[in-house]
């Protein structure tokens, strides 16, 4: 016992102790100590801000108030839409091709005699010609002759120099695409006399002769049509002639 007395009187000593505790109160005398000394100031009525849980009455607005007019009906344009798509032409229409047009003009260049309508001849037409340069090249290829350069070359002079002529013998006018267009589907009856080139010669008689009507069908074929198209009436003999000199070479192709 001695020994922990001893130990007791060595501890520090301090004044502090459970009553001074409880009168502090958690600081709570120190802040009311330190409002009495410096003073209370009130900064919500200062600055003019609410009291907290106070609810400042609000004034009613005078202004007027915007009201828009309804102007956009989606019914209406959902609609257009729809009857705008409803309405579109076919897409080979879009890109100038019509087959029926195609047909009427195969069966014209067919039937040198038959009368071509100029509505339908008169349009700038190019599938039906590129189909049928296609296939003139690929019998002269049967026949061991690649002349596909040939036949192109040929055929852009050739257009040119029609262009040329035509728009000098004719008072309307003729725009290019309508002669390439023209000339290339009275290139048709070239094309039996290539695939007759891959069965047989054609230098001997009988080829003479058969090329000699070829280059007479495709040449009134071509008169026939420009004459309707651009009406020139009691010139197609005139357009004939050069029709025939153009035909003549794609014949000479054909032949040797």
Known sequence: MSGFDNFNTDFYQSSYSV??????????NNENQYNKQYGQYDYSQQMGYPTPGMMQPQ??????????TQTYTP????????????????LLEELGINFDHIWQKTLTVLHPLKVAD?????ETDLAGPMVFCLAFGATLLLAGKI??????????????????????????????????SVLGYCLLPMIVL?????????????????????????SLSASKIFISALAMDGQQLLVAYPCALLYGVFALISVF
Not at 156 to 180: E, P
């Open 19 to 28: 009553d001074d505790q409880n009168q502090a109160g958690y600081g709570c």
């Open 75 to 90: 019914s209406s344009s959902q609609s257009m839409y729809s009857s705008s798509f409803d309405d579109e032409p076919p």
């Open 118 to 122: 100029g509505s339908i001849m008169n």
């Open 59 to 68: 004034q009613p607005y005078t202004g007027q108030i915007f009201q828009p």
């Open 194 to 218: 290539s695939s007759f080139g891959v069965l047989f010669s054609l230098q001997g008689l009988m080829g003479i002769i058969l090329t000699a009507a070829i280059i007479s069908w495709c």
């Open 147 to 180: 002349q596909f350069g040939y036949v192109y070359g040929i055929s852009a002079i050739g257009c040119l120099g029609m262009y040329c002529l035509l728009n000098l013998m004719s008072m309307t006018g003729v725009s290019f695409g309508c002669v390439a």
